[in-house]
């Protein structure tokens, strides 16, 4: 990739799977699955979730999901974001269960991009975020072409910051009033990490892995 070339979208569509977690671009069928995950799961997700005015079941429901995907697959299409279904692989389908988007992208001298996700809390605690971030991560690294990747967490949301510790990012800043959230301003911890720093590692899916292997 050129440096000071003209943006791209490197590296895009793509699915990407370890074991039986799945990332993949989300399609036009996946609205009422979707709905049905962000409506049951409302008060798992809200409290961390960007304000947005509206009830949270329209907000959330089949039809609004058009307009998620189509945001969606424009950014992936200008190449500033990278949005994944995260699936798992069961017998006899890919059973949707949560998202994560490498989204605000910046190209050229920064090569940079921020990563937000949420997961079914049916499915919490077995894995399947810290899989599909570091899946996600690598992919952004290698054939996505960035540098530097961010995540931003509220202080209060410790399931969400054991995710990024226990994969090995770098809390680097603490941002106050960052974003409106749950009616009102609230601080974040950013966390970071560059493709140097795993590089010798083989990955953040090679680190995972041996993090969970030291875990058993």
Not at 33 to 61: F, K, M, Q, T, Y
Not at 85 to 106: K, Q, W, Y
Not at 144 to 151: D, I, K, P, T
């Amino acid at each position: 990739m050129s440096l000071f070339g003209p943006p791209q979208a490197p590296g895009w569509p793509v699915e990407l799977a370890d074991g039986p977690v799945l990332l993949r671009p989300y399609r036009r069928s996946d609205a009422a699955a979707w709905s049905e995950i962000r409506r049951a799961n409302r008060a798992w997700l809200a409290p961390w979730e960007s304000s947005l005015p509206g009830a949270w079941d329209d907000l959330n429901s089949p039809a609004a999901f058009r307009w998620v995907h189509r945001d969606q697959r424009r950014s992936a299409r200008e190449g500033e974001g990278m949005p994944f279904a995260v699936c798992l692989r069961e017998a006899d389908r890919d059973r949707l269960v949560g998202h994560i988007n490498v989204g605000s992208i910046v190209r050229r001298a920064l090569c940079s991009g921020y990563v937000g996700y949420w997961v079914d809390a049916r499915v919490a605690g077995r894995g399947v975020i810290p899989t599909a971030l570091a899946l996600a991560v690598d992919h952004a690294f290698g054939p996505g072409g960035l540098h530097r990747v961010e995540v931003n967490i509220r202080p209060e949301n410790r399931p969400s910051r054991r995710v990024v510790e226990k994969l090995g990012f770098r809390e680097e800043s603490y941002h106050v009033r960052y974003m409106h959230i749950d009616g009102a301003w609230r601080d974040h911890i950013g966390y970071a990490m560059t493709s140097e720093e795993i590089a010798a590692e083989g990955g953040l899916l090679a680190r995972w892995h041996r993090v969970r292997a030291g875990a058993r």
